[in-house]
């Protein structure tokens, strides 16, 4: 008797198992099946727009409202910020070796006559949806000619990738027959491919990097990227591994990517004064002013960011597969949702992060293109400070520092220096103190400029000025044309930088971004920094300190210095 009741028992036991798992099939190829029946996409909105009943919308639904299979687009973005990362992508997940190489295969170049359009993606392509009204100063400020200097003639070399307006998308290859874009049937090519204007606006974006910027000025795409970051569903999250303080990779329906850095501090909070530089809070607010400054001062660095209210439990907690992640959230005693997740500093039940109840600020800063595509070269900055409490770095102790690094490659030709001149700047208005690393693109190698990762750690603290930021600029002595005059009309009452900022910021979902010392700190760094160019002007002759970078290639902005200069 026993002996058949325990054959009952696993027989029940194996029949669960296969209807589990024909249910699992089943699931798998729904929306496949679901695919053959429909030939377009009914979806009433476009990509860079939320729906209505997102909530209420099956599952298989969202795996296929006009997006391509999300491991044709997984293999295009980066997973790592990380300065030791520029070998392989981090991904959380793996593309298998057979799908990349489809993935390589589905984008054809057409090769035509029109060789007009051929660069017509990756260029200006006329005043953004979201401009400043005509009447703001900021519209002015881009419309002054300082602001209307071009980039010299892009060819396949200076492109990150090698595409321009004729590349099609074959959904075949690709393993996806359901992939339609925004738009209708007349967008596709007679083969059924997508042109890239079809393209999420994430792709489009990696699109258009090429040797001399991340974007090009008046990028309606950057706008529709910024709207993304904002109004996209989270699908997943999981957190970024590595580095000090907690971030999260956040996964979008449209299966774009971007990095999360939760609000650690108030506006109106400094860094206390007893806080070291390298154990500072990472500002989230910092990121998204940092991407305005950026902008305004007209390098084009740094990623798209944007400010979002997230919901900590629907679309955090709810849909992560990080377990570490999950089993950090718990519910405080004020009854808000909280989580502290795995870093090396301020994870922990005491620095936990609360919503208001489960509602919390955060920046998400849109990725890179994958490793994989488009590796960067990670560079130790000459400037780097020591990361130790009693310790200093040489340039803290050699005044005659900056004379060994311009002959020293990559800084004793190019443009690298004055790029390190720049970054300097940008970092001395924000009161960043943490640039230890830089990348750049490798495809382009030593002519090209340094990317702006990470500012974080700026606008700490507004009512002081940490004029060590400035050394690499009093040590070298050297700018580009430019920036200088750039810097001068910035300083101007007219085209003041605070208010340039404060014009710019308003336009975040988080807005005020800053309070008004942080903007009013600008002001007077500015100052600070066109001190330091005077007196080097004053010393070495402006001959000698400001680099004509305006005649460099036939009036472009983009000259390259033909080595160190002697006095």
Request: glycine share 6%; net charge neutral; hydrophobic share 35%.
């Amino acid at each position: 008797m026993k002996m058949i009741l325990l054959r009952k028992f696993r027989f029940l036991i194996l029949m669960v198992f296969l209807i589990a798992c024909s249910m699992h099939i089943m699931i798998d190829l729904l929306p496949k099946l679901e695919g053959h029946g429909n030939s377009g996409c009914s979806c009433s909105h476009t990509p860079s727009e939320e729906p209505q009943s997102w909530g209420k919308q099956p599952q298989q639904h969202q795996q296929k409202d006009g997006w391509p299979n999300k491991h044709t687009l997984r293999i295009l973005q980066d997973f790592s910020n990380e300065p030791s990362s520029n070998v392989s992508s981090h991904s959380l997940e793996r593309v298998p070796v057979g799908v990349s190489g489809d993935k390589t295969q589905a984008f054809r170049m057409h090769q035509g006559q029109r060789g007009d359009r051929k660069r017509q993606f990756m260029q200006d392509a006329g005043v953004t949806k979201n401009a400043p009204a005509k009447g703001s100063r900021l519209s002015a400020l881009f419309d002054h000619p300082l602001y209307k200097r071009s980039v010299p003639t892009l060819t396949d070399e200076d492109t990150l990738f090698n595409v321009n307006t004729d590349i099609r998308f074959d959904p075949k290859a690709a393993e996806d027959q359901t992939w339609n874009a925004e738009g209708t049937m007349d967008e596709f090519s007679p083969t059924g491919g997508l042109t890239s204007d079809s393209y999420p606006n994430w792709l489009r974006f990696h699109i258009g990097i090429n040797r001399y910027e991340l974007y090009s000025r008046h990028n309606p795409v950057i706008d529709a990227l910024l709207k993304d970051l904002v109004t996209q569903r989270i699908t997943s999250v999981a957190m970024k591994s590595g580095g000090t303080q907690l971030k999260l990779i956040m996964t979008f329906q449209n299966y774009g990517q971007a990095l999360f850095k939760p609000m650690k501090q108030t506006r109106e909070q400094e860094t206390p004064p007893d806080f070291f530089y390298f154990s500072d809070f990472e500002r989230h607010n910092a990121e998204v002013a940092a991407f305005h400054l950026d902008k305004i001062l007209d390098f084009r660095r740094v990623p798209p960011v944007a400010g979002r209210l997230v919901n900590m439990t629907k679309e955090i907690k709810d849909i992560t597969r990080d377990k570490k992640l999950w089993k950090t959230f718990f519910i405080s005693p004020a009854n808000n949702v909280c989580f502290y997740g795995e870093c090396s500093y301020y994870c922990s039940t005491e620095h936990a992060l609360c919503g208001k109840p489960d509602q919390i600020e955060g920046s998400l800063a849109a990725f890179l293109p994958d490793l994989a595509l488009a590796k960067r070269k990670t560079w130790r900055n000459p400037w780097r400070r020591s990361y130790h409490k009693r310790k200093k770095a040489e340039w803290e102790v050699d005044p005659d520092y900056c004379e060994e690094i311009k002959q020293t490659p990559p800084y004793d030709s190019g443009t690298r220096l004055l790029d390190i001149m720049d970054m300097t700047i940008f970092d001395f208005l924000m009161g960043n103190m943490d640039r230890h690393h830089y990348e750049t693109f490798e495809k382009f190698g030593n002519e090209t400029f340094i990317i702006h990762l990470d500012n974080g750690r700026g606008f700490g603290k507004h009512s002081h000025d940490e004029l060590s930021i400035l050394v690499p600029l009093t040590q070298c002595c050297r700018v580009r044309k430019l920036t200088h005059l750039r810097l001068q009309l910035l300083a101007k009452e007219e085209y003041k930088l605070s208010v340039m900022m404060a014009e710019s910021l308003v336009r975040d979902r988080l807005s005020p971004i800053l309070i008004q010392p942080h903007l009013d700190a600008m002001d007077r760094r500015l100052r600070l920094v066109l001190n330091v160019l005077s007196d080097c002007i004053e010393k070495e002759g402006y001959g000698y300190v400001v680099e004509d970078d305006i005649q460099g290639h036939h009036g472009t902005e983009h000259g390259h210095s033909s080595g160190p200069r002697h006095r």
